[in-house]
């Protein structure tokens, strides 16, 4: 290893797909929407490091050059390099935000006539343009009594269009989902699931689920009390010990 303190670049993409020419194309309320993801899932990452009691700079070989045997290692160098993309992807991403926004005030400027309700801009706020809902990318396989996934109201069956920032596109083997929790202890994650009645309709749900320790669980259920079935996956996954109880993830047949 040449630079232990270097970052390492994780194994499958290291960022979500973004590029200025996919986003230059999406309305003010998708750029928006990516906007809030990546400062979600940034502020996750630093709750990663901040449970190892490290920062970016943080050493991570002892004084005689060893590699420090108190913290994660290679769980900090993966982190640190995808804070490293996440951060290069953000500033791409506000460039183009700029750019539509250039754009935007120059069209104004050219069309006085132009009703400012149905601009763009209003857009960008949210409340003007209907959600458009995510493909699901997991399904809650079963939950534990008492525990964090069953006061946030999951149920068995239930579909995961996204949990906090993660969703179909961006959770890389489901991962991101450990990601997320280990980031977010203690505090609120949105889940928004699909739900399927009695009457074969679907419901669509937006839960917040608190990943705590010490629920009362079992350790390998971890912070939250449910098991989930990625529809993607072709191994078993673990989202790692004392994390909100998506304890196994077993490959969907």
């Given at each position: 290893?040449?630079?232990?303190?270097?970052?390492?670049?994780?194994?499958?993409?290291?960022?979500?797909?973004?590029?200025?020419?996919?986003?230059?194309?999406?309305?003010?309320?998708e750029l928006?929407a990516k906007?809030?993801?990546?400062?979600?899932?940034?502020?996750?990452?630093?709750?990663?490091?901040?449970?190892?009691?490290?920062?970016?700079?943080?050493?991570?070989?002892?004084?005689?050059?060893?590699?420090?045997?108190?913290?994660?290692?290679?769980?900090?160098?993966?982190?640190?390099?995808?804070?490293?993309?996440?951060?290069?992807?953000?500033?791409?991403?506000?460039n183009t935000?700029?750019?539509?926004?250039?754009?935007?005030?120059?069209?104004?400027?050219?069309?006085?006539?132009?009703?400012?309700?149905?601009?763009?801009?209003?857009?960008?706020?949210?409340?003007?343009?209907?959600?458009?809902?995510?493909?699901?990318?997991?399904?809650?396989?079963?939950?534990?009594?008492?525990?964090?996934?069953?006061?946030?109201?999951?149920?068995?069956?239930?579909?995961?269009?996204?949990?906090?920032?993660?969703?179909?596109?961006?959770?890389?083997?489901?991962?991101?989902?450990?990601?997320?929790?280990?980031?977010?202890?203690?505090?609120?994650?949105?889940?928004?699931?699909?739900?399927?009645?009695?009457?074969?309709?679907?419901?669509?749900?937006?839960?917040?689920?608190?990943?705590?320790?010490?629920?009362?669980?079992?350790?390998?259920?971890?912070?939250?009390?449910?098991?989930?079935?990625?529809?993607?996956?072709?191994?078993?996954?673990?989202?790692?010990?004392?994390?909100?109880?998506?304890?196994?993830?077993?490959?969907?047949?």
């Open positions: 290893m040449d630079n232990i303190h270097a970052p390492t670049v994780p194994a499958g993409p290291s960022s979500r797909p973004l590029t200025n020419g996919d986003a230059k194309h999406l309305s003010f309320a928006q906007k809030e993801n990546l400062e979600a899932e940034l502020k996750a990452l630093s709750g990663v490091l901040d449970s190892h009691g490290v920062n970016m700079d943080t050493p991570l070989t002892t004084a005689d050059g060893f590699p420090r045997a108190d913290i994660d290692v290679a769980q900090i160098r993966t982190t640190r390099s995808r804070i490293i993309h996440l951060k290069n992807d953000y500033k791409d991403l506000m935000i700029e750019k539509h926004l250039h754009q935007h005030f120059a069209s104004i400027q050219d069309s006085e006539d132009a009703p400012p309700a149905s601009t763009p801009l209003a857009g960008m706020l949210g409340d003007s343009i209907p959600e458009t809902l995510e493909e699901p990318f997991a399904k809650v396989n079963s939950v534990v009594a008492g525990s964090p996934a069953e006061s946030a109201g999951l149920r068995p069956g239930d579909e995961i269009r996204s949990f906090g920032y993660v969703n179909k596109t961006n959770h890389d083997g489901l991962r991101r989902v450990a990601e997320c929790v280990q980031g977010n202890e203690g505090q609120r994650v949105l889940v928004k699931i699909s739900r399927r009645t009695e009457s074969s309709r679907r419901q669509e749900l937006q839960l917040n689920l608190t990943p705590r320790r010490n629920w009362g669980g079992r350790a390998i259920r971890g912070r939250m009390g449910a098991a989930i079935d990625g529809f993607d996956e072709i191994d078993d996954f673990m989202i790692g010990k004392e994390n909100i109880g998506f304890w196994r993830i077993p490959a969907a047949n």
